[in-house]
């Protein structure tokens, strides 16, 4: 099998060796469309084309990029190839109890699920994060390493939420919500609903205003 990790910068250089260790067996090769060097961490880089003309009868393809639309646009991409995708996680994943989750995760060392949990397409848990019970996670969703999402906490498609965020608890009758596309700066301390598109920081996490 050959394994292609699409994105040969920060991410992808850290999704690559979970990989490794989960499919020890497989072949593997960057793909990246960018001016990149041709090796990267002792493997191939290829672009797309590249990766597609590979003889290989089984590829697969992991989409190592953090910023949500483009994995988005590569996953279509992807989709239209008929190449599957793969889903990455760490051997020191925690998963609790029924946690269902969408094709294409990338699940970094010291992420935990806990229960009833249900999480979209592409999601990504960086270093340390966490997912309380009872959150809905939309589709191409990303948290940066040691976000801290606790219970009853609804996000939506596209949302990026940044290192060392924290989002408050809700409730089932009414769960905090982050709206599709929100992002949430490091180390924001969201205590209400992020209306879609919105970028918020600080803490208590307030709108940002751009000078
Ligand atoms: N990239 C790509 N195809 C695309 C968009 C991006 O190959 O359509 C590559 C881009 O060349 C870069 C990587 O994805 O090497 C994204 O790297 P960046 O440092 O921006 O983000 P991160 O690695 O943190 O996700």
């Known amino acids: 099998m050959l394994i292609g990790v699409y994105g040969a910068s920060g991410c992808g250089r850290g999704i690559m060796p979970l990989l490794r260790v989960q499919y020890a067996q497989a072949e593997f090769v960057f793909i990246d469309d960018g001016p990149t060097p041709e090796r990267v961490n002792g493997c191939d880089v290829v672009d797309w084309a590249g990766f597609l003309a590979r003889q290989e009868t089984e590829k697969v393809v992991s989409l190592a990029i953090a910023a949500p639309h483009i ?79 606790n219970g009853n906490v609804h996000i939506e498609d596209h949302a990026y939420i940044g290192t060392g965020a924290i989002l408050r608890q809700g409730t089932s009758e009414k769960p905090l919500t982050i709206g599709a596309g929100a992002t949430v700066g490091m180390g924001a301390v969201v205590t209400r609903d992020v209306p879609p598109g919105m970028t918020v920081v600080g803490n208590p996490a307030k709108p940002l205003i751009k000078d």
């Open 71 to 149: 994995r988005e646009a590569l996953d279509k991409k992807r989709d239209a190839s008929g190449i599957a995708l793969i889903e990455v996680r760490a051997a020191s994943v925690v998963e609790m109890d029924a946690v269902e989750i969408g094709e294409g995760a990338c699940l970094s060392p010291f992420v935990t699920l806990t229960s009833n949990i249900c999480i979209g397409r592409c999601f990504h848990a960086n270093l340390y994060s966490y997912v309380e019970h009872d959150c809905v996670i939309g589709n191409y969703v990303t948290f940066a390493p040691g976000v801290k999402c």
